[in-house]
């Protein structure tokens, strides 16, 4: 087939914007190829202008990878700025834990999702010195991997096994000042880890904090020495309406029926983490409608999340 004086001038502004785009970007011809879905050694001939065979359809697929890094740029600029850390009824109640937990005690929070215990613990380490904070995932709850994780925070290289690794933590926390260690989703330690972190808070090198989800005060009872050392328990299972308000404050939500919403949406299970999904879809679609943030904006965007909110 005859290629056209316009599909030839259409071939060859896709080039030129290829062979620019890698020179901006760097890419090689290898990630080039996957993104355009377009093999390698052809791409590659087709940007230096030797490919010797049909090249509409090529310059057809890079034209459709420039869309959609136009529609990723469009809808970044339309994300909403999510705030940062701020203060609540339980972030201030959970930072008192801590600081108290930091002068040589053991404390543990069991808070449900969406109640700002992850956050805290990462604001407070942040803020703080001699603070240490590791998110345990479930795979990770024995002794081995807990104590490489703890050594990473402390910034150190583990050596030797189980018994040297441990000791290595000890020495490490006996050179501090006051410090403390934070163990996030502590509902996934195992018995021996749990006894570890134990034997070093009862050698008097480490304050220690337990923050899980409401089972966890539960699951720790069932170590008698090591319950009897936790002298401050919070559980929550849901934020306090304060809570809420802080959180439509730190997204400047003045409208009193966005706000009055948002304690009905923040009342379920998922918390916080309901309004700040709601908050961010919702001026995602006033924003795409280019109008201002609705009552109707939120209905809307909860009643699309709700259902994966809740199973969440």
């Known amino acids: 087939m005859e290629v056209t004086t316009e599909q030839t001038q259409f071939i060859e502004e896709q080039r030129q914007w290829l062979v620019g785009y890698r020179a901006q970007t760097e890419m090689s011809w290898a990630m080039l190829a996957k993104r355009t879905g377009v093999p390698q050694g052809t791409i590659s001939l087709f940007g230096a202008n030797r490919y010797t065979g049909r090249e509409l359809p090529i310059a057809e697929k890079v034209e459709r990878f420039r869309q959609s890094l136009a529609q990723q740029a469009e809808l970044a600029t339309e994300l909403p700025q999510v705030p940062g850390f701020f203060q609540t009824e339980t972030t201030e109640r959970l930072e008192r834990m801590l600081a108290f937990a930091q002068s040589g005690e053991m404390v543990a929070a069991a808070l449900e999702a969406g109640c700002s215990k992850t956050s805290t613990a990462e604001h407070y380490t942040g803020t703080y010195s001699n603070v240490f904070h590791v998110e345990v995932p479930e795979s990770a709850g024995g002794p081995n991997n807990l104590l490489k994780m703890i050594l990473a925070a402390l910034g150190e290289v583990p050596s030797g096994g189980t018994y040297d690794m441990s000791r290595q933590i000890r020495e490490q926390f006996k050179k501090l000042t006051n410090p403390l260690l934070i163990i996030d989703e502590a509902q996934h330690l195992s018995k021996a880890s749990i006894e570890e972190v134990r034997s070093w808070f009862d050698k008097g090198v480490v304050g220690i904090a337990f923050f899980g989800n409401v089972g966890i005060l539960q699951q720790l009872s069932k170590y008698a020495q090591l319950y009897s050392r936790l002298s ?14 802080a959180m439509a404050d730190a997204w400047l939500i003045t409208n009193a029926e966005i706000r009055a919403e948002l304690q009905e949406i923040c009342g379920k299970l998922g918390g916080l983490r309901n309004g700040t ?15 201002e943030l609705g009552i109707d904006h939120v209905r809307g965007a909860w009643g699309e999340l709700d259902v994966r909110m809740v199973a969440a």
């Open 232 to 245: 401050m328990k919070l559980q929550l299972r849901l934020p306090f309406p304060a809570d809420v308000d």
């Open 277 to 291: 999904k709601t908050l961010k879809l919702a001026r995602m679609i006033a924003a795409s409608q280019g109008k």
